[in-house]
């Protein structure tokens, strides 16, 4: 059951945990974070992290987009397919600095920003196409950037409490939380 293979990633930070996967963490996490135990802080942190890898992979992908001369449709594709590459790396990188492994630490990364990417490029992008003449500005427009900095700061703002609502049920950052400490 694929619960039970992640039940030690909701461990959150224990002493003495080492990121085995035969560590038996069932029950251990239960109670251990309720809602209430979440800050917004901490979920503003996790939305933050992410968002930085979305918007690197984004803006590479429109400026390559761009500068193949591709349309909309493949250009935002792409921007899609580097924002999630760069969101996962950005969480990997630091699970990776624990010095867990890599099969390990690729699972972690998504499980933990899966749904918290998904929901950003859904906003961000949403915005953007819905916005008149956003898709057809340039990179050298001001609108371009503008319009770019609203739809990010949209989806932070919707991601935020969705990260919140995972950290609180020992899922999404949670799980990246146990090897920072």
């Given at each position: 059951?694929?619960?039970?293979?992640?039940?030690?990633?909701?461990?959150?930070?224990?002493?003495?945990?080492?990121?085995?996967?035969?560590?038996?963490?069932?029950?251990?996490?239960?109670?251990?974070?309720?809602?209430?135990?979440?800050?917004?802080?901490?979920?503003?942190?996790?939305?933050?992290?992410?968002?930085?890898?979305c918007a690197i992979g984004e803006v590479?992908?429109?400026?390559?987009?761009?500068?193949?001369?591709?349309?909309?449709?493949?250009?935002?594709?792409?921007?899609?397919?580097?924002?999630?590459?760069?969101?996962?790396?950005?969480?990997?990188?630091?699970?990776?600095?624990?010095?867990?492994?890599?099969?390990?630490?690729?699972?972690?990364?998504?499980?933990?920003?899966?749904?918290?990417?998904?929901?950003?490029?859904?906003?961000?992008?949403?915005?953007?196409?819905?916005?008149?003449?956003?898709?057809?500005?340039?990179?050298?427009?001001?609108?371009?950037?503008?319009?770019?900095?609203?739809?990010?700061?949209?989806?932070?703002?919707?991601?935020?409490?969705?990260?919140?609502?995972?950290?609180?049920?020992?899922?999404?950052?949670?799980?990246?939380?146990?090897?920072?400490?």
């Amino acid at each position: 059951m694929q619960h039970d293979a992640h039940a030690h990633d909701m461990h959150h930070g224990h002493e003495g945990h080492d990121g085995h996967e035969g560590h038996d963490a069932h029950g251990a996490h239960t109670g251990h974070t309720g809602p209430g135990k979440v800050s917004w802080s901490m979920a503003a942190q996790a939305t933050l992290h992410c968002l930085t890898g979305c918007a690197i992979g984004e803006v590479l992908g429109m400026v390559i987009g761009t500068a193949l001369g591709w349309g909309n449709v493949q250009t935002m594709i792409l921007a899609i397919v580097l924002a999630f590459f760069f969101g996962y790396a950005f969480t990997l990188r630091g699970v990776l600095k624990a010095g867990v492994g890599f099969r390990t630490a690729f699972r972690v990364a998504l499980a933990a920003d899966t749904l918290s990417i998904t929901v950003m490029e859904l906003i961000d992008n949403g915005v953007l196409a819905l916005w008149p003449g956003a898709m057809d500005a340039h990179l050298a427009d001001a609108m371009f950037w503008g319009v770019l900095a609203f739809a990010l700061f949209a989806a932070f703002l919707i991601t935020t409490p969705v990260n919140k609502w995972m950290i609180g049920r020992g899922k999404g950052h949670a799980v990246v939380h146990q090897y920072h400490h």
